[in-house]
């Protein structure tokens, strides 16, 4: 069965420093895809990043990185110099072919940014 | 393209009432799904649609959760009778009609419940 694990409920940084939010995934399959998504105060669901499984490259997007290691099974999300507006929950999600599954999340982690 | 467009964004109501959630998903995508947000159990998949048709509803609670979706653009959440701890944010999202698990879903605002 597939399972993500955040295992930081809450993180509090001061702005500017550097955060990294951990995810460790559980799947059987050899096909699969993850996914962040941000959600802030407001409470949509904001998507960030897909990967799948057969791309390890880590990807950077701005202040925002990734970092895949199949041999962790971990898909971690580092924020860069961080930002009041980066105060969010932040969900990690995987979804696996074979079965076609839907996406499963983490419960989360609480970024929290002080000015 | 709007997005995914649920209503209402608030909903308070009396146990034992009937209350209907309801969801129009972006045009042209084949998958529906809902979920069910709560601080303790986090985002949970409650039932989703392919084509109109339920493909998987096990994560639906209760009998007194049903969820229907009678056309492409529309979809419905239902609870009968309402219980104080169904309160939580309820989400619709929609994804196109690729191998379901290449893209990501496209969540709606939510819907939040309070049942008092």
């Known amino acids: 069965a597939q399972k993500v694990t955040q295992a930081q409920t809450e993180i509090s940084v001061v702005e500017k420093e550097d955060v990294t939010l951990d995810c460790v995934y559980e799947t059987r399959d050899t096909t699969y895809y993850l996914f962040w998504y941000k959600q802030p105060p407001s409470g949509e669901l904001v998507f960030l990043i897909r990967r799948n499984s057969f791309d390890e490259q880590n990807e950077i997007s701005g202040r925002y990185s990734w970092n895949f290691q199949k041999s962790t099974s971990s898909f971690n999300f580092t924020i860069t110099a961080s930002q009041v507006v980066d105060s969010a929950v932040y969900f990690c999600?995987?979804?696996?072919?074979?079965?076609?599954?839907?996406?499963?999340f983490g419960k989360g982690t609480r970024l929290s940014v002080i000015a | 393209d709007a997005g995914v467009i649920q209503s209402p964004r608030h909903e308070v109501t009396e146990m034992g009432q009937e209350v209907t959630l309801r969801c129009k998903p972006i045009?042209?995508?084949?998958?529906l799904f809902w979920y069910r947000q709560t601080m303790m159990r986090g985002l949970e998949l409650l039932i989703y649609?392919?084509?109109?048709?339920?493909?998987?509803d096990s994560g639906m609670p209760e009998d007194r959760f049903s969820a229907k979706m009678p056309n492409a653009s529309f979809s419905t959440l239902k609870i009968q009778p309402s219980e104080p701890r169904d309160s939580a944010v309820y989400f619709c999202?929609?994804?196109?009609?690729?191998?379901?698990?290449?893209?990501?879903?496209?969540f709606g605002q939510g819907t939040r419940l309070t049942v008092v």
């Open positions: 999202a929609s994804s196109p009609l690729q191998a379901l698990g290449r893209t990501e879903a496209f």
């Open positions: 045009s042209g995508h084949d998958y």
């Open positions: 649609f392919n084509n109109n048709v339920p493909i998987d």
């Open positions: 999600a995987l979804s696996e072919l074979s079965g076609n599954t839907p996406l499963v």
